[in-house]
């Protein structure tokens, strides 16, 4: 009895001091985020000359304290996910963890006070993206038809602020093209992202990655807004994944998810990443983003041969299990094992962009081909754990 008596003391004095351990740690955040909004708050990062590491310390700072409020009004306001056969969690989780972010982004943008009209575009294309999802996750029952639409009234408003994808050549009708080419990309990204959202800390690792690549690009050609927008992405997203690492505490949501999507398909065509050379234009995002863009070509080839889609709307309202990363934990990953892999695989992926502009037209179409190679033996290597699994099973029936 006394052997308990002292356990159960001894539990009780840990979680008093982890107690006032979080309410000192989150003191010391509230007085940050006032220091870091103070006229002085950010004058040593101009001295250095590391403006982007005050954004992405001070973004970082916003959504890791913003986030457990998150979840405290998720649960007031019954805004969780509800476990069902289709999901992978056992309990109901809060699943408005991207309003975290989305607040960490906009008011670091805000509050570094530097703007371009391209940049002004993407976070106004962003917040209607952002609403959209959110609006998702707190009522449901969007038609895939209404999300569609808005998505590329998001994408017309960037392109009217003169974000658009302008490679092609000077023909009739070149504006519409262009326009068409651009919707074709925001639409394609912001739903693979929203599709790869189906494990704790996945798409959180996965934005603060490809951001780190589109980053160190961009810091290093000078590209000050890039550099802005890709280290408050990164910060947020830091500070978002400890609660959604698992077992997660709460989730990115459509709301999260499509507007990580969102920014990073903008952040890519808002680039400049080869001088006159639009092979390596196009190979730079292509390369950091070859993850989604494999899994949504992947499942959407498997669901037209399975005939489990017939037209878009299907292919945007349809829910399964056959994505990359479903497909990894069927094979015996765990989780972790799973967003380790993807997470290593893209970075293979985004190492060859860091390089592409110093190899030239002949090196990056070999690195994309390259690419292709990595992707095709995953491919080969799941389809052959699927036969092997499939034979195990007949076996054993």
């Known amino acids: 009895m006394n ?101 960490s982004v906009i008011t670091v943008i805000i509050r570094n006070l530097r703007f371009s009209a391209e940049l002004l ?8 993206i952002f609403m959209l999802g959110f609006l998702d996750d707190i009522r449901g029952g969007l038609s895939a038809t ?5 998505q590329i009234l998001s994408v017309v408003i960037v392109f009217l602020f003169g974000l658009r994808i302008s490679f092609i050549p000077h023909i009739p009708l070149e504006s519409f093209w262009e326009l068409l080419i651009t919707i074709l990309w925001f639409v394609g990204i912001i739903n693979a992202i929203n599709f790869l959202d189906g494990i704790d800390g996945l798409v959180s690792s996965f934005g603060i990655f490809c951001s780190l690549i589109f980053l160190l690009i961009s810091w290093q050609t000078q590209q000050n807004y ?16 400890p609660y959604n690492w698992t077992k997660a505490k709460i989730f990115l949501g459509d709301c999260g998810a499509t507007f990580i999507g969102f920014m990073l398909a903008g952040i ?55 994505h990359f990363h479903h497909r990894l934990l069927k094979f015996g990953f765990n989780i972790e094992q799973t967003v380790g892999f993807i997470i ?48 195990k099973n007949s076996l054993c029936s």
């Not at 209404?146 to 808005?150: A, S």
């Open 268 to 322: 890519s065509v808002m680039g400049t990443w080869a001088e006159n050379n639009p092979v390596i234009a196009l190979s730079t995002p292509l390369l950091i983003l070859a993850i989604p863009i494999f899994d949504v070509i992947y499942t959407t080839i498997s669901r037209i041969k399975n005939k489990s889609v017939k037209n878009l709307k299907q292919w945007l309202e349809f829910v399964g299990k056959d």
């Open 121 to 128: 575009g993407l976070l106004i294309g962003g917040s209607l």
């Open 226 to 241: 890039i550099t802005y927008i890709t280290a408050s992405l990164i910060g947020s997203c830091l500070g978002f994944l």
């Open 3 to 103: 052997n308990l008596i002292k356990k159960t003391n001894t539990v009780s004095f840990n979680n008093f001091i982890i107690y006032k351990l979080k309410k000192i740690y989150l003191l010391i955040l509230v007085g940050l985020v006032i220091f870091f909004i103070s006229p002085k708050g950010g004058t040593w990062s101009y001295l250095v000359n590391l403006r982007w590491l005050y954004v992405l310390i001070f973004s970082f700072i916003v959504s890791n304290l913003f986030t457990p409020l998150c979840i405290k009004i998720a649960f007031k306001f019954n805004f969780l996910d509800i476990p069902d056969e289709r999901k992978m969690h056992s309990v109901p989780v809060p699943r408005i963890g991207g309003l975290a972010i989305y607040i």
């Open 344 to 391: 290593f695989l893209n970075l293979a992926f985004g190492l060859s962009a860091l390089i592409i502009r110093q190899t030239g037209t002949f090196g990056a179409i070999i690195l994309l081909i390259q690419s292709v190679v990595i992707l095709l033996i995953v491919v080969i290597l799941m389809l052959a754990a699927r036969e092997g699994i499939n034979n």
């Open 146 to 150: 209404f999300r569609l639409f808005i």
